[in-house]
């Protein structure tokens, strides 16, 4: 059963960069029938999409995040990370990690790690 | 960009079915997805592609979509359906995922 686990900082300083890894388990990244994507949550609000990649390292980024955002693959290391940049208190929110399927037109996540909660704080 | 509308909170009683909708303009040309998030989980999919189930979501969850309105029903609603749902497409003209506001489903 695929299992993703993310990891990094709970605490990031304001300016600084956030950043996180996703460890996939049970499967492998180099898969070439999904993507894998990252997926935040500010506390008491909804869900948001932050981006996305394939093994090969082609990525996606939500426009509002582009700027600032990098996903990266390792598949040495059955890895994706995330790299955001100039975090401000407004990118305090639990981070998740997650399969991304693709079927034609259309794509899913499915499964999702546990997420972890990262504040920006000094 | 594109825009999903869900409503806020929805409430029904134990053995109800509860119908959740999600707005977007032509949503019925689109893939439409729908996760759960219970209180302090990760979310779960529980409906793919408009109305298909992964393996292991009870046959009380099903999906529609058409026009500009897709949705969510729970039918014979337990008391651990409750939860937060959000519907989620993939915008092709924009190229990127988008995510309902989510509903907050409370069984009375």
């Known amino acids: 059963q695929l299992q993703l686990q993310e990891s990094g900082p709970g605490l990031v300083k304001p300016s600084e960069t956030l950043s996180l890894s996703c460890t996939v388990s049970?499967?492998?990244?180099?898969?070439?029938?999904?993507?894998w994507g990252w997926i935040r949550q500010p506390p008491g609000r909804g869900l948001e999409w932050i981006g996305s990649?394939?093994?090969?390292?082609?990525?996606y980024y939500n426009p509002s995040l582009k700027s600032r955002v990098t996903i990266s693959v390792n598949t040495a290391k059955n890895q994706f990370s995330l790299k955001l940049s100039s975090v401000t208190a407004a990118d305090t929110a639990v981070y998740y990690c997650?399969?991304?399927?693709?079927?034609?037109?259309?794509?899913?996540?499915?499964?999702w790690g546990q997420g972890t909660l990262v504040t920006v704080s000094s | 960009s594109y825009v999903l509308t869900q409503p806020p909170s929805v409430s029904v009683a134990p053995g109800q079915t509860a119908r959740i909708t999600c707005g977007g303009n032509?949503?019925?040309?689109?893939?439409v997805h729908w996760y759960q998030q219970r209180p302090g989980q990760a979310p779960v999919l529980v409906v793919y592609?408009?109305?298909d189930r992964p393996s292991g979501i009870p046959e009380r969850f099903s999906g529609s979509n058409s026009g500009n309105t897709a949705a969510l029903t729970i039918s014979r609603v337990e008391a651990g359906d409750e939860a937060d749902y959000y519907c989620?497409?993939?915008?092709?003209?924009?190229?990127?995922?988008?995510f309902g506001g989510g509903t907050k489903l409370t069984v009375l």
């Open positions: 989620q497409v993939w915008d092709t003209f924009g190229d990127h995922v988008v």
């Open positions: 032509n949503i019925g040309n689109k893939g």
């Open positions: 592609d408009d109305s």
């Open positions: 997650a399969r991304q399927n693709i079927e034609g037109a259309t794509t899913w996540f499915d499964p």
């Open positions: 049970g499967g492998s990244v180099n898969n070439t029938n999904y993507y």
């Open positions: 990649i394939y093994y090969r390292g082609s990525t």
